[in-house]
């Protein structure tokens, strides 16, 4: 069957998570993000990915309640930041963060980044909180292999999820397949290059094709790579269009077109070689 905005993949943990939702790093807390996330909800997405760091979990936890959704209808994310890196400080962590949101558990609950030295007591602490049910699924952002090797090696729980940017610009295939091989789900963040190559001649070549957009290309090419794809925009016009994705299919030629794009160029953080 074709993917639709109701698709959902199941992770390592039997939980089963949107393939689609919206992203709401640097969007202003207060009104911004609870429009963002309004529009959203109101065209179907069922994934929301915040961060303690982003400042707007106390709006995303606003909507959801505004708008009276059963707690199991809309998957939350959630990260743990640099700061609250050890055991005890994560476990205090998660619980802030589900005070924000004003939830009694999140759907995934992420290491932002694989801060040096105190990764590992970290980990036992997500661990903790899987088991404990404050959060269904547990995973990481921003691990490169290396990363993932040591974390493979002690930890008692695989992670369900590694975030990091990913696009046809940017297109890690090296760490997809190691992640995929480890059971790790693969979501790429930054999908649309935070908007630096929409204006692409061959991608908007590509795209005139399917008289579809930029942007569109650039999600619809993540989905029909198996990845979920997290989109962020304030706008509701954008909100709309970045859903409009489940009505085409690019060809295998124009998906290979795509990924010769691969220019290894990071638009938000760049983790590599990181200890
Ligand atoms: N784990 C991490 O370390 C990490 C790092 C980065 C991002 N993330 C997550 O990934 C999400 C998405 O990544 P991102 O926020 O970096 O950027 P992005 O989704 O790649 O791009 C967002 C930019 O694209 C523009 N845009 C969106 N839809 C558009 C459309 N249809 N046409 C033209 N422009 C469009 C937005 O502007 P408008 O608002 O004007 O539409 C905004 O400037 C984040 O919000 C966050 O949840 C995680």
Redesign the pocket.
């Known amino acids: 069957m074709g993917l639709t905005i109701q698709s959902k993949v199941t992770l390592n943990s039997g939980v089963e998570m949107p393939v689609f939702g919206l992203?709401?790093?640097?969007?202003p807390p207060g009104a911004p993000t609870r429009k963002s996330v309004a529009s959203a909800l109101e065209c179907g997405y069922r994934l929301v990915?915040?961060?303690k760091l982003?400042a707007n979990e106390e709006d995303v936890g606003a909507v959801l309640r505004e708008r009276g959704l059963p707690r199991d209808e809309v998957f939350v994310t959630t990260?743990l930041w640099n700061s609250d890196h050890g055991y005890e400080s994560t476990l205090k962590a998660c619980e802030a963060s589900l005070g924000r949101l004003g939830l009694p558990w999140v759907d995934l609950y992420?290491v932002?980044?694989p801060v040096p030295g105190a990764r590992k007591d970290t980990w036992r602490a997500m661990e903790r909180i899987l088991k404990e049910g404050k959060a269904r699924a547990i995973g990481v952002?921003?691990y490169m292999v290396p990363h993932l090797e040591e974390l493979l090696a002690s930890c008692d729980v695989v992670p369900a999820v590694n975030?990091?940017?990913l696009?046809p610009f940017l297109y890690q295939k090296g760490l997809i397949e190691f992640c995929r091989k480890q059971g790790i789900a693969v979501e790429a963040?930054?999908?649309?290059?935070?908007?630096n190559r929409?204006g692409d001649r061959r991608l908007k070549e590509v795209s005139a094709r399917y008289r579809k957009?930029p942007?569109?290309l650039l999600i619809r090419w993540g989905l029909q790579h198996g990845i979920i794809e997290?989109?962020?925009?304030?706008?509701p016009d954008?909100i709309r269009?970045?859903a409009q994705v489940f009505d085409f299919e690019i060809s295998p030629e124009d998906m290979r077109v795509l990924d010769s794009f691969d220019e290894g160029v990071h638009?938000?953080?760049d983790p590599t070689g990181k200890p």
């Open positions: 992203g709401v790093w640097q969007v990915d915040t961060a982003y990260k992420l932002h980044w952002s921003n975030q990091f940017e696009s963040y930054s999908p649309l290059t935070k908007g929409l957009t942007a569109q997290i989109p962020r925009s304030t706008r954008h269009e970045n638009y938000a953080w």
